[in-house]
């Protein structure tokens, strides 16, 4: 490569709950740089998710936490060229890209779920993801089911 990589920007902490992840979830979630929504949609939904359920011990910021780590993919596939054919090829994923391609897909899927506002349908979201259900969790299972199909392409990684 010529050039060098760009450096990590440094994110600040979400003023509520003091987490960078939540402020990198909110920057996935804000359309044409309205951040302030975001943050509401986002601190709306966390409070849906605390009426709707009560789990001993954990509040709702854990609860999303458990949901982002059961839509988080460890396995993707990747196409790659060989010998005139597409193949594609099963990886694991990097650290930084799993998270965010888990809040990439759970906002995905809230987006398409039917419903009132946006944080209603966040909220719905995070509750069927850490229930094991939902569009979120079933994409995952989806880039799982395709990486194990082509397993015996593994041998062409990079």
């Given at each position: ?78 196409s790659r060229r060989v010998g005139g054919t597409n193949l594609q090829v099963p990886q ?67």
């Open positions: 490569m010529r050039k060098s990589k760009p450096k990590k920007r440094v994110l600040l902490p979400d003023p509520t709950y003091s987490d960078v992840e939540v402020t990198r979830f909110v920057n996935h979630l804000m359309y044409d740089g309205k951040k302030s929504i975001a943050f509401g949609i986002f601190y709306e939904a966390i409070d849906l998710v605390n009426e709707k359920m009560t789990v001993e011990g954990k509040s709702a910021l854990d609860i999303w936490r458990e949901a982002l780590l059961r839509v988080t993919p460890q396995l993707e596939v990747r694991e994923v990097r650290p930084e890209r799993k998270v965010s391609l888990a809040m990439k897909n759970l906002i995905a899927a809230a987006r398409k779920r039917s419903g009132h506002s946006m944080s209603e349908k966040l909220a719905a979201e995070i509750i069927a993801a850490y229930n094991g259900e939902g569009q979120a969790y079933r994409r995952m299972e989806e880039l799982h089911r395709m990486a194990e199909a082509n397993k015996a392409f593994a041998h062409f990684r990079r």
